[in-house]
């Protein structure tokens, strides 16, 4: 992984947009800072597309799509994107590839497996978001708990006998049968509500982001950053970001925006 420093004004230059993660990239533990805030309007007042993309629950993305300077918030691992209605007005509507009653379905089946697997591994629990879901169902192993690795791993693959897909945060163990990913459900939606091609899309979007579940977007996109907590999941990454900034979370990603900005503003020499 490259400093910051070596990021070039063409390849900053060349970006259309910023896809970011949310815990532990933007957020620290959760909360929002000044800075970390103060850089999503540097960025796009420096000409570049916003969206978020999170495994948090499609009720949150609601709500950040509403409140902040987004083009679209993509939830729950990719599988449902939210974006402000085309008539113009405020109200904000998924792009959801299937139907609500399929997708209740499918979820009362995740929720009966993982009550199994908080019984099993009593170290775990439901993590306290599952409300606001639509596809999957998510265990706290890192928010309020802390489960050991070994555990997380034993749940993995009992959830993985009973069919289930599992993506690990740095706060959840996400139970899914949804086929999508970050990168495949953001790059749907770049498609479908912004005309991208899919493979350009690729080299046009950069994307940031520091655990397990980014994994998908870190081997897709061209132009990848890990904020600097992203040195221990990164040993597990099959392709680990090309960036990483000095500093963790928000920190990092005011860092990244400062870096990307400057580079695209600066007169072309
Ligand atoms: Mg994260």
């Known amino acids: 992984m490259l400093p910051l420093g070596r990021l070039s004004a063409a390849e900053a230059r060349g970006l259309r947009g910023v896809i970011f993660d949310l815990d532990d990239t933007l957020l620290d533990h959760g909360a929002l800072s000044a800075a970390a805030y103060a850089a999503l309007f540097r960025l796009r007042g420096s000409g570049l597309r916003l969206i978020a993309c999170t495994g948090r629950p499609a009720g949150w993305g609601e709500v950040i799509q509403r409140q902040w300077p987004l083009d679209a918030t993509v939830v729950e691992n990719g599988a449902i994107a939210l974006v402000a209605d ?157 960036f990483i900034t000095d500093e963790p979370m928000g920190q990092g990603f005011a860092a990244f925006a400062a870096r990307l900005t400057e580079l695209r503003d600066a007169k072309a020499t």
């Open 86 to 242: 085309e008539g113009g007005s405020r109200r904000i509507v998924a792009l959801d590839p299937l139907d609500p009653a399929v997708r209740r379905e499918r979820r009362r089946a995740l929720l009966d497996l993982a009550a199994e697997l908080v019984t099993r591994f009593p170290e775990a629990e439901l993590a306290d978001d599952n409300d606001a879901r639509r596809t999957d169902v998510t265990i706290d192993i890192g928010e309020h708990r802390r489960v050991p690795r070994e555990a997380i791993v034993a749940m993995q693959r009992l959830a993985a006998e009973r069919g289930a897909r599992t993506l690990v945060s740095s706060v959840h163990l996400h139970l899914t049968s949804e086929p999508d990913d970050k990168a495949s459900g953001t790059i749907r939606l770049l498609v479908r509500r912004f005309g991208e091609d899919a493979t350009a899309a690729r080299a046009r979007y950069a994307y940031i982001g520091d655990s397990g579940n980014d994994a998908a977007p870190f081997a897709a996109f061209t132009l990848t950053f890990g904020v600097a907590n992203v040195r221990g999941p990164a040993r597990r990454l099959s392709v680990p970001p090309r």
